[in-house]
């Protein structure tokens, strides 16, 4: 009987997975990736294998989180197909200052994390549902969680930190970056493709619905554009990206918001769907007519520019720039544009590997080297369960 590692990514409406095989010598190969969304009253799911062709899809009727997650394993179980489940892997947005690797899960863990859901009060408990109710279904399998935030801990205090009273630091109010597992699997990847770019100055680009850049040296996190939370830095699918604190607390009054209001104005009303009022997915406003939809991509792709060349500057220079995630994967338009405003900094675009989504989309000549890597957030997890002692 083989080993099987599955990982669990939960979010407020959906829950992604992937099935790994474990081979004896400790390699991993995908077998099945998956999703469980809500659809209205109801949920959807989603299989695909190893090469992406979806094979089953499936409407679940089901009450409550519980059942719905029960349904999944039992799913799950079905395409184990013999495999032996070795293992449960789990992204948890955020591991607060003290969490800085992955952990197996213990009842003592569990009670810390929940209270640290208060840093991320929309993402936390939601990756911690699943593992609870797992601990009750399946008490023998051994349980790891991964943070988000804990490949940014390399961050100097100086890039930490807010200019607010200390005390306001003590309490854990401080620069945390997330999208460390995408960070970290591209860091990786760049160790084996490129060793110039792992080695030296690499600014890496997580662009999708939520999106990031962070400065890398030496394969370890400088800097980074988000914050204590994740809507800082740049302009997102809904989500507003850096903003003048001023200008929410004058939105609050003007318009009588509460927390929960303006919560919801910076997280789902506002980004590329808010610029536009047409949508948040990049595609889309790429391909409309509308002037709006136009002016959103110019300011998501001038936000880009503009914390890549801080970014530079923290690093001293610029050796290597990585695209990753839905967008910096598959929107060669945002690429090209990125990259001809970068030029200044010795970027040089091959517009035709560009067009066709090369490896590598700079020239021969070009002073920086210019990558599309498409990120694995799911690989890194189950590395990360199978190095667990």
Known sequence: MSDAILTLNAGSSSIKLAVFDLAPGGGLSCWRRGEL???GAAQRFRLRDAGGRTIAEE?????????SLSQLMARIGDELAGRRLAGIGHRVVHGGA?????????????????????????????????????????????QVVCFDTAFHHTMAPVARRFALPREYEDRGIRRYGFHGLSYEFVARQLAALSPRMHAGRTIAAHLGSGASICAMRGG?????????????????GTRCGALDPGALLHVMRQDGLDVEAAER??????????LSGVSNDMQVLLGSGEASAGEAVDVFVYRIVREAGALASVLGGLDGFVFTAGIGENAPEIRKRVCERLGWLGVDLDGEANRRGAAVISTPESRVEVRVVATDEEAMIAEHVRDLP
């Open 59 to 67: 409407t679940w009727q089901a009450e409550g989180f519980e059942t």
């Open 220 to 236: 370890a996190s400088v800097d980074t554009t988000m914050g204590f939370t994740a809507l800082d830095g740049l302009v997102m």
């Open 37 to 39: 969304r809500e659809a």
């Open 98 to 142: 003290g969490h800085r690797v992955p952990e197996r899960v213990t009842p003592d863990l569990l009670a810390l994390l929940e209270e640290l859901a208060d840093l991320a009060p929309l993402h936390v408990p939601h990756n911690l549902a699943p593992i609870r109710a797992i601990a009750g279904q399946l008490p023998d399998v051994p």
């Open 265 to 274: 104005l910076l997280y789902t009303r506002s980004g590329l769907l808010g």
